[in-house]
Every structure is written in C-alpha cells, then in structure tokens.
C-alpha cells in the first residue's frame, strides 16, 4: 500500500528567479531511482518541448517512473493556438490565474490548449499522459481531458488561504474523490453528474489537526 505518492512538477523557466531547473531535475531521478521510489514527473508545456528537459527522462523512464503534464499556460502554449499572450512585461508564464492557468480562458480555449498539450507530448514522449496536475483546474478542463485523453489522475492544491494570489477553500479536506461536471472542487452527487476520474489533493493536509 502506497502512503506517498511522489509527484514532482517541472517548469521549464521561471521568470522570477535566474537558477538551473535542469539540475534539480537529474537529483531528483538520482535519488529516486538511489531508493527504488516510484515517481511521476509533470511537465509544463515548455518544459517538455524543450529537449534539454524532455531528454533526461526518456532516458530514465522505466517502470518506476511515469511522465505526465503539469497544466499551466505560458507565451509559447498560447501563442501557438493563436491566443494573445497576457502576461506582464518580461514574463513568458505567470503565478496568477489570469493568465496562468486555464480557468482564466473561455472553454473553447481551454480545450485548443489542452489539445495542443495533448499532440505535443504525444510526439515527444509516444504516447498521450495519463495524470494531469496544476494548482488549479475548471471543472470544464477536467471532462474535456478524461473524456477526450482518458486522464487516469488530477491533482491540484490542497485547501490554502490567500497563498499563490489566490484561495482554494471549502473542498474534500485530502482525499480522494470524483469531481461533479459543475465545480471540481466538489464531489459529485450522481453518476450522471460525475466526471470519471479521480482528484488527489496535492501536499495533502494532516487530517486531524491541520
């Protein structure tokens, strides 16, 4: 029985910082693969058509390590699909909803960049990925995904307050559960109203003190 799952998401570049994200990368797979640990690695989309990333773990993909996608929007995904980069000047992704993550875009744009994300890592890795995570994901993007590419796993942030410049409050405390077509923070009623594949909290909250 697994007690940890270990999820490492993978920026390709981050703006507010000027630091190596390849080396944390290789250390991360070296001390996985040092103690035998299982691992899913999800990658941003400029993560992941970046060789220098992709590379290093076609390489040491194996059973123990699986690769998925870490869904966040940046200049090259929008840009690519036509949609305006909205950005502050100088940076090419965001910390904020608007514009970094796909509730910010109308569905039709939601669903261009999902399926650019989808054919893109499909080229690079053979295959389409069966977790998807990012701090926040609209209830939309989560059936459009398990229904079109069969995502086997969300995962997205764990209740917080005022944290990241935004607040996720009131959902499943930290477990697992299958998320209503309206609001995916909100465990589905029916199996009509239900979207067939399951949310995990990510940094999972102590359940009995906090």
């Given at each position: 029985?697994?007690?940890?799952?270990?999820?490492?998401?993978?920026r390709?570049?981050?703006?507010?910082?000027?630091?190596?994200?390849?080396?944390?990368?290789?250390?991360?797979?070296?001390?996985?693969?040092?103690?035998?640990?299982?691992?899913?690695?999800?990658?941003?989309?400029?993560?992941?058509?970046?060789?220098?990333?992709?590379?290093?773990?076609i390489?040491?993909?194996?059973d123990?390590?699986?690769?998925?996608?870490?869904?966040e929007?940046?200049?090259?995904?929008?840009?690519?699909?036509?949609?305006?980069?909205?950005?502050?000047?100088?940076?090419?992704?965001?910390?904020?909803?608007?514009?970094?993550?796909?509730?910010?875009?109308?569905?039709h744009?939601?669903?261009?960049?999902?399926?650019?994300?989808?054919?893109?890592?499909?080229?690079?890795?053979?295959?389409?990925?069966?977790?998807?995570?990012?701090?926040?994901?609209?209830a939309?993007?989560?059936?459009?995904?398990s229904?079109?590419?069969?995502?086997?796993?969300?995962?997205?942030?764990?209740?917080?307050?005022?944290?990241?410049?935004?607040?996720?409050?009131?959902?499943?405390?930290?477990?697992?559960?299958?998320?209503?077509?309206?609001?995916?923070?909100?465990?589905?009623?029916?199996?009509?109203?239900q979207?067939?594949?399951?949310?995990?909290?990510?940094?999972?909250?102590?359940?009995?003190?906090?």
């Amino acid at each position: 029985m697994n007690i940890v799952n270990i999820m490492n998401f993978v920026r390709g570049l981050d703006p507010r910082h000027h630091r190596d994200l390849i080396k944390p990368l290789k250390n991360q797979i070296e001390l996985n693969k040092k103690y035998g640990f299982e691992n899913t690695f999800l990658l941003t989309y400029d993560a992941f058509i970046n060789p220098e990333f992709s590379d290093i773990l076609i390489e040491a993909r194996d059973d123990a390590v699986e690769i998925g996608i870490w869904v966040e929007t940046c200049r090259q995904l929008t840009e690519s699909v036509g949609i305006a980069w909205r950005g502050r000047p100088g940076f090419d992704c965001e910390m904020y909803v608007d514009p970094g993550y796909l509730p910010a875009y109308t569905d039709h744009e939601k669903e261009l960049m999902i399926d650019e994300i989808m054919e893109k890592f499909r080229e690079v890795f053979g295959e389409y990925p069966k977790t998807a995570g990012s701090w926040i994901i609209d209830a939309h993007s989560m059936r459009y995904m398990s229904e079109k590419y069969n995502i086997r796993a969300f995962g997205i942030c764990r209740e917080q307050l005022s944290v990241d410049a935004y607040t996720l409050w009131g959902g499943p405390y930290n477990q697992p559960y299958y998320p209503s077509v309206k609001n995916m923070l909100s465990p589905a009623q029916t199996a009509e109203n239900q979207i067939n594949t399951p949310v995990f909290r990510l940094l999972g909250i102590e359940p009995i003190r906090g």
